[in-house]
């Protein structure tokens, strides 16, 4: 769909600084509703649980709008904590995401690090404290960075974590 | 038990809290309130953060909306579009329990930015759900420390309604929410004026004095008729709070205890 409708805005001083968000009367009732353009990213890179052999990904925890996110966009890519023979997911209404909307699927253990991965392993806090400080000094971010991302490689991932 | 203005602050804003309430939770402030309500005389309240976690009931107070904690604890756990379509559009909930940077008299909050936003001081963490939730949910209760920088007389950015710039707007706007009808300090708390919609102090809390008050506000605050003294916590209360938070520290390390990296 081309918009998203809400009734926040109305009010507010969001709508003088931010051309997109624009306003329409509802046809049937006139109520007057804040509306909002539709995303839809060039591409969309999401962390899952797990994927099959033939790529369907198994999305469990808090799922936010990743779903969304790859079904908004042209192309997606998912890495995962393992690739399983069985996605086993229990119940009728678990949320997966088939291979065909998928345009990779990678295993990255460890790969939502510095967050979480639901059932796999718990968030680094201590990292989310340290990052308030590195993030706000240049230098630090920049040192940090090649220290542990442009040196680094998706294998490492794993060592950060402690997997089950 | 000796307190601090604080936990007085978080004690006065979770009794404002009752087991029939559906209450949507900022982090922060509000979620220390709201726990602690269901912690002691409220343990059926329902508790729904904009992450999508129904009826959670955290053991420590998350670092963020999306802890894994608010899941592991909740009955279910739905998307961020079904918590805002049918939950909290569909006026499911109760109650909005929010903070921010800056409040004006009639309620209004800022949380976007300090200064001009084209050019800010200080760029904040911005609206996420609070503009859709000040509007959506039935009634909104703000906690926030009370000094001349967060009470103003003029909020640099509207990022929430309250009542409207002049008190008025949101009625004028046909919104049916009742907006903002509590703000709980660590000096007072406050309610609106039923006709001009104007906050005044309904209770001043232990030990606090008018002058204290009206140092700490932007605006020329007034004192209700028939203002009370806010009611001391309870060794129960503070003792519930206490362990609370030392449960969070143990869990996110001691600068989450202390609201460091608590935000929107």
Redesign the interface.
């Known amino acids: 769909m081309p918009c998203a409708l ?9 709508p003088r ?1 931010n051309p997109r968000i624009r306003f329409i009367a509802c046809p049937f009732t006139g ?2 509703l804040a509306c909002i353009p539709a995303l839809r990213p060039d591409v969309a890179i999401i962390h899952a649980q797990k994927a099959d052999r033939a790529g369907n990904v198994l999305l469990d ?5 990743q ?2 996110a790859v079904l908004a966009a042209r192309r997606a890519i998912a890495t995962v904590e393992e690739i399983v023979d069985e996605l086993s997911p229990g119940h009728a209404n678990a949320v997966i995401l088939p291979g065909w909307t998928l345009s990779a699927v990678a295993a990255v253990p460890g790969g939502a690090h510095p ?2 991965a ?1 059932g796999y392993y ?2 680094d ?2 990292f ?2 340290e990052w ?1 400080e590195i993030s706000r000094d240049r230098d630090r971010f920049l040192a940090w960075m090649g220290e542990n991302v442009l040196a680094r490689a998706p294998e490492d991932f794993a060592a950060r974590v402690r997997l089950p | 038990m000796t307190y601090t203005p604080s936990e007085m602050m978080t004690v006065a804003a979770a009794r404002a809290l009752g087991n029939r309430d559906v209450c949507f939770v900022g982090i922060g402030l509000p979620s220390a309130a709201c726990n602690l309500a269901r912690l002691s005389h409220a343990p059926q309240i329902t508790l729904i953060y904009e ?3 129904l009826e959670t009931r955290p053991e420590v107070l998350p ?1 963020s909306i ?3 904690e ?2 592991e604890t909740a009955l279910t ?1 739905v ?3 079904e918590v805002f379509r049918y939950w909290l ?1 569909g006026g499911r909930i109760s109650i909005g329990f929010l903070g921010g940077a800056q409040v004006d008299r009639f309620g209004n909050l800022n949380s ?1 930015v300090i200064g001009p ?1 084209s050019r800010p001081k200080v760029r904040l963490p911005g ?1 996420g759900g609070a ?6 949910c039935g009634q909104i209760f703000i906690v926030m420390p009370q000094n001349p920088r967060t009470f103003v007389e003029t909020i640099d ?5 309250g009542h ?1 710039r002049t008190g008025r ?2 009625r004028a ?3 049916p929410t009742k907006g903002p009808v509590l703000i709980v300090t660590d000096l007072c708390t406050m309610r609106p004026d039923p006709e001009t919609n104007e906050f005044l102090v309904a209770s001043l809390n232990p030990g606090v004095t008018r002058d204290e008050v009206r140092r700490n506000t932007g605006w020329e605050i007034r004192f209700a008729e028939g203002m009370e003294e806010t009611t001391t916590p309870s060794a129960m209360e503070l003792e519930i709070l206490r362990d609370l938070q030392a449960r969070t520290a143990r ?3 001691s ?2 205890a202390k609201g ?2 608590e935000r929107n």
């Open positions: 809400f009734r926040g805005y109305r009010g507010t001083d969001l600084v109520e007057e925890g808090i799922i936010g709008v779903k969304e967050s979480y639901h718990s968030r806090n201590s989310y404290m308030d | 992450s999508g976690t670092l999306g802890d894994g608010l899941c756990t998307s961020v579009p559009q976007t936003y609206s503009s859709e939730i000040g509007t959506s950015f509207v990022t929430t309604l409207g707007e949101r706007l046909g919104i869990a996110h390390g600068a989450a460091k990296v």
